[in-house]
């Protein structure tokens, strides 16, 4: 079976992967739930060793922990999710936290040299005193309060996740008043170390039991010693019944003295003398004490354990990467079922492997980028304007549709250049014909039209006749193409026509186009 386990054992809607914990009738598996269209969980499942699978007594104590676990709502106390009982298995789910127990933390940083910090330490075990009255506090579907008590509270069953959260978890020996499996007389059951005075003489128990087992959390977090331990269980109870009981500064001068008064009034051996209830000693840390953020928690728990939550880590991934069939849809609705069906094939169709030259994509940004693919023309190298671009090499989707825009737009520029160039020819060649016209009409001796004014020009020596002027019919349709199409060169070849001269001094102004009864320019005064 356990080899089974090792690869993956189905057992109803669960995957049963490898071990990650063991306790003393059961063992704790990496599991994952798998539902309809793809959905899986990732879970923790406890399942009974393969001894005690069969024996009432433990199957009913495994049933009456995950009954009490599942009226449970706090958010220091591990969930029960489900109870599967199918074949020759019978499981709790319950929530996966990345994280590692309270027993592990301790070693791993005894090994490393170091103590848990004064203030982590405090706030871990005022976490677990919150969970401890959650679970306390718990009623029944009728209101009644169920009575339960922890009675195994110890640094294997309290769950420091990465989050900085601590949990409190199994509990497979609760006592509780709605327990089908009961105690036996002179029968004990938890870690002796951690248990109070009135549970080892077989009293009465209530919550200020599980208050004294936190109490005895917070001595050993806070010295980095164990506070009760024999060679053998009898000592062992023995210290605890007779032994007296240091202050944690003895052991750590660090602590301040307000908290270590609150951990010695947890430790009193008569139940009467500690708090009242799990609460009241939480509340009572927290004045004593700043605490840390959960943030700082999480960090110092992945510094601390990084070796193997990583390699938790690496096994949760494989066990995500595993393609685990989908069970069969179990409605009757032929739309349902087919609405169920199309969602399962999409989703198959977005795990297809696209490490094959082309970014992953979903189907529909693989469409639009095949359409846009299409859709653009083909550009070529070309040595003095662009690179060859291949739009599989690019890293996004909007890169790919970025690239493809550009040179859409590129090739379209180059299309709107060809009006632009065809008018400049135009206007070249009509200016070079105007040119031509000029320069035939200068040589041929023909006189400028009258309409078109002439420049200021200098008095000539000696007045002569003015030449006889064109007919302005003859004239008007060459002075207005010139004059629109070249103007400079047109007063240019004007001014060359007519001879300079210096105007005397005292002169005055020619005006444009005015002449004398002699034909001499006018002389018209500042």
């Given at each position: 079976?356990?080899?089974?386990?090792?690869?993956?054992?189905?057992?109803?809607?669960?995957?049963?992967?490898?071990?990650?914990?063991?306790?003393g009738m059961a063992t704790v598996h990496l599991g994952r739930l798998i539902g309809a269209a793809g959905f899986s969980r990732m879970v923790a499942i406890k399942r009974l060793h393969d001894g005690y699978a069969c024996d009432p007594e433990f199957v009913a104590m495994l049933l009456d922990e995950a009954r009490l676990a599942s009226v449970i709502r706090h958010p220091n106390v591990v969930p029960t999710l489900d109870v599967v009982a199918e074949e020759d298995e019978l499981l709790v789910v319950m929530e996966y936290v990345e994280g590692e127990s309270l027993a592990s933390l301790t070693k791993l940083a005894l090994a490393a040299g170091e103590r848990m910090p004064v203030p982590l330490a405090a706030s871990i075990v005022a976490q677990t005193l919150h969970g401890l009255h959650g679970a306390h506090?718990?009623?029944?579907?009728?209101?009644?309060?169920?009575?339960?008590?922890?009675?195994?509270?110890?640094?294997?069953?309290?769950?420091?996740?990465?989050?900085?959260?601590?949990?409190?978890?199994?509990?497979?020996?609760?006592?509780?008043?709605?327990?089908?499996?009961?105690?036996?007389?002179?029968?004990?059951?938890?870690?002796?170390?951690?248990?109070?005075?009135?549970?080892?003489?077989?009293?009465?128990?209530?919550?200020?039991?599980?208050?004294?087992?936190?109490?005895?959390?917070?001595?050993?977090?806070?010295?980095?010693?164990?506070?009760?331990?024999?060679?053998?269980?009898?000592?062992?109870?023995?210290?605890?019944?007779?032994?007296?009981?240091?202050?944690?500064?003895?052991?750590?001068?660090?602590?301040?003295?307000?908290?270590?008064?609150?951990?010695?009034?947890?430790?009193?051996?008569?139940?009467?003398?500690?708090?009242?209830?799990?609460?009241?000693?939480?509340?009572?840390?927290?004045?004593?004490?700043?605490?840390?953020?959960?943030?700082?928690?999480?960090?110092?728990?992945?510094?601390?354990?990084?070796?193997?939550?990583?390699?938790?880590?690496?096994?949760?991934?494989?066990?995500?990467?595993?393609?685990?069939?989908?069970?069969?849809?179990?409605?009757?609705?032929?739309?349902?079922?087919?609405?169920?069906?199309?969602?399962?094939?999409?989703?198959?169709?977005?795990?297809?492997?696209?490490?094959?030259?082309?970014?992953?994509?979903?189907?529909?940004?693989?469409?639009?980028?095949?359409?846009?693919?299409?859709?653009?023309?083909?550009?070529?190298?070309?040595?003095?304007?662009?690179?060859?671009?291949?739009?599989?090499?690019?890293?996004?989707?909007?890169?790919?549709?970025?690239?493809?825009?550009?040179?859409?737009?590129?090739?379209?520029?180059?299309?709107?250049?060809?009006?632009?160039?065809?008018?400049?020819?135009?206007?070249?060649?009509?200016?070079?014909?105007?040119?031509?016209?000029?320069?035939?009409?200068?040589?041929?001796?023909?006189?400028?039209?009258?309409?078109?004014?002439?420049?200021?020009?200098?008095?000539?020596?000696?007045?002569?006749?003015?030449?006889?002027?064109?007919?302005?019919?003859?004239?008007?349709?060459?002075?207005?193409?010139?004059?629109?199409?070249?103007?400079?060169?047109?007063?240019?070849?004007?001014?060359?026509?007519?001879?300079?001269?210096?105007?005397?001094?005292?002169?005055?102004?020619?005006?444009?186009?005015?002449?004398?009864?002699?034909?001499?320019?006018?002389?018209?005064?500042?």
């Open positions: 079976m356990d080899r089974d386990l090792e690869a993956g054992r189905r057992v109803g809607r669960y995957m049963v992967h490898r071990r990650i914990a063991s306790g506090e718990a009623r029944d579907k009728n209101g009644t309060p169920l009575g339960i008590v922890h009675r195994d509270v110890s640094p294997h069953n309290v769950l420091v996740g990465i989050d900085g959260v601590a949990r409190v978890l199994d509990f497979g020996i609760a006592k509780a008043a709605s327990r089908s499996a009961s105690t036996e007389g002179g029968q004990l059951k938890g870690k002796t170390a951690y248990m109070a005075p009135e549970q080892l003489q077989h009293r009465p128990v209530d919550r200020r039991t599980d208050v004294f087992a936190a109490a005895i959390l917070l001595w050993e977090l806070l010295t980095g010693r164990r506070l009760f331990r024999g060679d053998t269980s009898t000592e062992t109870m023995a210290c605890i019944l007779n032994d007296p009981i240091d202050s944690p500064q003895r052991w750590a001068p660090e602590v301040p003295l307000e908290l270590a008064a609150i951990t010695l009034r947890g430790l009193e051996r008569d139940s009467d003398g500690r708090f009242a209830s799990a609460e009241e000693m939480a509340l009572a840390i927290e004045d004593a004490i700043a605490l840390p953020r959960a943030k700082e928690i999480g960090a110092w728990v992945g510094r601390i354990a990084a070796s193997a939550l990583a390699e938790r880590a690496d096994l949760v991934r494989a066990v995500q990467r595993d393609s685990i069939p989908a069970p069969d849809a179990s409605t009757t609705d032929p739309e349902l079922r087919a609405a169920l069906e199309e969602a399962e094939r999409r989703r198959q169709f977005s795990e297809i492997p696209t490490d094959v030259g082309r970014p992953a994509h979903s189907s529909g940004e693989v469409q639009a980028q095949w359409a846009m693919t299409a859709s653009a023309p083909r550009v070529t190298a070309r040595s003095d304007t662009r690179t060859p671009v291949s739009l599989g090499e690019e890293p996004t989707d909007l890169a790919t549709i970025r690239a493809s825009s550009d040179f859409v737009a590129a090739d379209g520029r180059r299309g709107s250049r060809a009006p632009v160039l065809f008018g400049i020819g135009v206007g070249v060649a009509l200016a070079a014909a105007v040119a031509i016209a000029v320069i035939a009409t200068r040589g041929s001796g023909a006189p400028v039209s009258a309409t078109a004014p002439p420049p200021a020009v200098a008095m000539p020596p000696e007045p002569s006749p003015a030449p006889p002027a064109p007919s302005a019919s003859a004239v008007a349709p060459f002075a207005t193409s010139t004059a629109s199409a070249v103007p400079a060169p047109a007063a240019a070849s004007a001014s060359a026509l007519t001879k300079k001269r210096r105007l005397p001094r005292g002169g005055g102004q020619v005006k444009r186009g005015g002449l004398a009864s002699d034909g001499s320019p006018r002389p018209i005064a500042k």
